[in-house]
């Protein structure tokens, strides 16, 4: 567990307000994004959701001037907890996309007490194999050594984390997100994807897991297929929604179905 007085841990107690969109009243919803995302990425579900719940939507270190590792995903959790700590919040259901969901399970392996329900957008307890480490080693080396994402990668990893469907007929929300993506530091990049990318696979420890699970999976996430979320729904209390035409970033890219289902589930938990 990082030190009470880890500098990138007491940005988020101290200064929420710089990495955290806070609407609404009521039971809490804290989310956090996958990799190269941020706390934008969940902008329909705060409007969707702010008249009955809270909502917090942050950034993770990588986009803030904390991006300069090596840090894990456990260390994400910390910065969660601290968070949580400064907004006053005891407890809350836990969403993460991606990279977001590999922490909030480590978070609730964590820190229990204060998860009452999971939400768990396009992820898994699963890890990543060999081909695909090496793939995403390559990409973060080049980005770290070029000091940004260059426009050719950038068009790459435009097909892993949005879906076919996004990238023929919603070319603009991609290509805003391709124009985000070139102005990061590559070192925050490359800290960020290392946080996660040779992380011990999670699944045995999902059988201490006991809270709510809502699983969000787009149909076309070519990133992290379908399947690999099925072992969230065998080991935890869950129930999975699949988005259509919508790929890895699918409360992003068909929100409609996502807000359905999140309030239904906030509703049965809260």
């Known amino acids: 567990m ?26 809490p919803l804290v989310l956090c994004h996958g990799t190269l995302m941020d706390r934008t990425m969940f902008a329909p579900q705060i409007e969707a959701l702010e008249d009955d719940y809270r909502v917090v939507a942050y950034d993770t270190r990588a986009r803030t001037d904390r991006y300069d590792g090596p840090y894990d995903l456990y260390d994400l959790a910390d910065d969660c907890a601290a968070l949580m700590d400064a907004k006053g919040i005891d407890s809350c259901v836990l969403g993460g996309m991606s990279m977001g969901g590999f922490m909030a399970l480590r978070f609730a392996e964590r820190y229990p007490d204060r998860v009452d329900g999971l939400v768990m957008i396009d992820t898994t307890a699963g890890t990543h194999d060999d081909d695909e480490i090496e793939r995403y080693t390559e990409m973060i080396e080049t980005a770290r050594q070029t000091g940004e994402v260059p426009e050719q990668l950038a068009g790459v990893i435009q097909h892993i984390l949005f879906g076919a469907t996004t990238n023929a007929d919603n070319a603009d929300l991609a290509e805003r997100w391709v124009d985000r993506w070139r102005t990061y530091p590559g070192e925050s990049v490359y800290h960020e994807v290392n946080s996660w990318l040779e992380r011990p696979d999670f699944t045995d420890e999902l059988d201490d897991i006991d809270v709510p699970t809502l699983v969000v999976h787009g149909e076309e996430d070519v990133a992290l297929e379908p399947e690999r979320s099925e072992s969230l729904l065998k080991r935890l209390d869950a129930e999975r929604v699949m988005v259509p035409e919508a790929g890895h970033s699918s409360n992003l890219e068909n929100p409609d179905p996502v807000n359905d289902a999140l309030a239904a589930f906030l509703d049965g938990v809260y």
């Not at 990082?2 to 990495?19: C, F, G, K, L, W």
């Open 2 to 27: 990082a030190s009470s007085d880890d500098p990138s841990v007491e940005r988020y107690r101290r200064r929420p307000e710089t990495v955290a969109t806070d609407r609404g009243d009521g039971p």
